[in-house]
């Protein structure tokens, strides 16, 4: 009997070390190592995301789609209320809650509070600006959310790349294939 439980016990060290060795010199990732690398292949989608629609935002502002003014935003509001807004209207709209949304992803990402404090003083500036008169200060804070979400993306990369050199894996194809997610709008 000892004997057999010897053969068997062998035979599954011998299977541990084969599957081992099929496996290479990679480092198995945890159950913790999958939920980070998730979560971070979640932020640089998301930051690509983020900067491909302030790109979009910023070239509807350079063109004029988007309209600021002191009667502009008197009469967006207005027009709001009445239920019958224009282009420039719902552009705007769009704009606000990418804004709320990015500013909200970012603090999400944020470690610290340095950078928790940056993210929220440029919501207050960018949304102030909204309401602000100058298409300029408008593209300039849209401009700061594009830095802020690349920033997150850079620091969620950096972060796939450490676990994939620890882990002896890439982490980061993943997260850096492919483009932005395609926006479908609804009319």
């Given at each position: 009997?000892?004997?057999?439980?010897?053969?068997?016990?062998?035979?599954?060290?011998?299977?541990?070390?084969?599957?081992?060795?099929?496996?290479?010199?990679?480092?198995?990732?945890?159950?913790?190592?999958?939920?980070?690398?998730?979560?971070?292949?979640?932020?640089?989608?998301?930051?690509?995301?983020?900067?491909?629609?302030?790109?979009r935002f910023i070239k509807m502002l350079d063109e004029g789609t988007?309209?600021?003014?002191?009667?502009?935003?008197?009469?967006?509001?207005?027009?709001?209320?009445?239920?019958?807004?224009?282009?420039?209207?719902?552009?705007?709209?769009?704009?606000?809650?990418?804004?709320?949304?990015?500013?909200?992803?970012?603090?999400?990402?944020?470690?610290?509070?340095?950078?928790?404090?940056?993210?929220?003083?440029?919501?207050?500036?960018?949304?102030?600006?909204?309401?602000?008169?100058?298409?300029?200060?408008?593209?300039?804070?849209?401009?700061?959310?594009?830095?802020?979400?690349?920033?997150?993306?850079?620091?969620?990369?950096?972060?796939?790349?450490?676990?994939?050199?620890?882990?002896?894996?890439?982490?980061?194809?993943?997260?850096?294939?492919?483009?932005?997610?395609?926006?479908?709008?609804l009319d």
């Amino acid at each position: 009997k000892a004997i057999v439980q010897m053969q068997i016990e062998g035979r599954k060290e011998l299977a541990a070390i084969a599957a081992a060795l099929k496996q290479g010199p990679n480092k198995p990732l945890t159950t913790q190592d999958i939920k980070m690398a998730n979560e971070l292949t979640a932020s640089v989608k998301d930051a690509n995301y983020g900067i491909s629609e302030a790109d979009r935002f910023i070239k509807m502002l350079d063109e004029g789609t988007i309209k600021f003014g002191a009667v502009e935003n008197l009469a967006s509001k207005a027009r709001g209320l009445a239920g019958s807004s224009n282009p420039s209207d719902v552009a705007k709209s769009d704009m606000e809650k990418w804004i709320t949304a990015s500013i909200n992803a970012v603090l999400n990402q944020a470690k610290g509070v340095q950078a928790k404090d940056d993210a929220e003083r440029a919501q207050r500036q960018i949304m102030e600006a909204l309401d602000k008169n100058d298409p300029k200060l408008v593209r300039n804070g849209v401009q700061r959310i594009k830095k802020l979400l690349e920033n997150t993306k850079d620091d969620a990369i950096s972060g796939l790349e450490l676990m994939s050199q620890e882990r002896q894996r890439d982490l980061t194809t993943r997260a850096t294939a492919g483009s932005a997610p395609k926006v479908i709008k609804l009319d």
